[in-house]
């Protein structure tokens, strides 16, 4: 069974970036599919990107397409999502979770293991 933490979050003005880490003990990391999911205040939980097990698909919500990017490094267990010309409305906690897949034109499938979160505000 794999654990995941999230690590990166902060307070940054608008037009600002941040990356985020997500960072998983446990065995077979490379046989995972990672999505980046976020909740704001009030609102649903929310799919933002996703990595397949292959790279070779990778799905990002409309809202973040063109600012965000995912990538992750199997060797580091890890999967990072850069996040540029950050908005306001980008303001939420982001998780990351396994998921049993990603399609590039659909988003990430049914979510498994999540991790903590990590508060991400875009505030001047």
């Known amino acids: 069974q794999v654990q995941l933490v999230e690590s990166g979050g902060g307070l940054v003005q608008p037009g600002g970036s941040l990356r985020l880490s997500c960072v998983a003990s446990?065995?077979?990391?490379?046989?995972?599919?990672i999505g980046w999911f976020r909740q704001a205040p009030g609102k649903e939980r929310e799919g933002v990107s996703c990595i397949g097990i292959t790279r070779g698909s990778i799905y990002y919500t409309d809202s973040v397409k063109g600012r965000f990017t995912i990538s992750r490094d199997d060797a580091k267990n890890r999967v990072d999502l850069q996040m540029n010309s950050l908005k306001p409305e980008d303001t939420a906690v982001y998780y990351c979770?396994?998921?049993?897949?990603?399609?590039?034109?659909?988003?990430?499938?049914?979510?498994?293991?999540w991790g903590p979160g990590t508060q991400v505000t875009v505030s001047s």
């Open positions: 979770a396994t998921v049993d897949y990603c399609a590039s034109g659909y988003g990430p499938g049914s979510t498994h293991t």
């Open positions: 446990g065995s077979s990391f490379d046989h995972y599919s």
